[in-house]
């Protein structure tokens, strides 16, 4: 069984910056692509940052030049740092990664969330 666990969140006034972190545990064999997203409430989900493999990397706009994504492959764990926070990034962060397991089967994982709040 493969899970995905987020941690880092909390509150942090305008200008601040958080680090978020994904652990990925469990029967994994491989993971390709991870990705964070967001969601704010009364808004849908969005892509923020993906790193392949490799450790290719790509930003959305909204994001670019203030997080940054990176990963650790040794230990399956996928990062967003984030710099000059602004209210509107207010919005619950998840991770997703493309898992294969030791029985080579491949799937999707997302992780439960972490509240990030930008206020003063």
């Known amino acids: 069984q493969v899970q995905l666990v987020e941690s880092g969140g909390g509150l942090v006034q305008p200008g601040g910056s958080l680090r978020l972190s994904c652990a990925a545990s469990?029967?994994?064999?491989?993971?390709?692509?991870m990705s964070w997203y967001r969601q704010a409430p009364g808004n849908q989900r969005e892509l923020v940052a993906t790193?392949?493999?490799?450790?290719?990397?790509n930003h959305a706009d909204f994001v670019k030049g203030r997080f940054a994504i990176s990963r650790d492959n040794a230990k399956n764990t996928v990062y967003l740092q984030m710099n000059s926070l602004k209210p509107e990034d207010t919005a619950v962060y998840y991770c997703?990664?493309?898992?294969?397991?030791?029985?080579?089967?491949?799937?999707?994982?997302w992780g439960q969330g972490t509240q990030v709040t930008v206020s003063s």
């Open positions: 790193i392949t493999s490799g450790g290719n990397t």
């Open positions: 469990g029967s994994i064999f491989s993971i390709d692509l």
């Open positions: 997703k990664a493309g898992i294969t397991d030791y029985e080579r089967r491949w799937s999707l994982y």
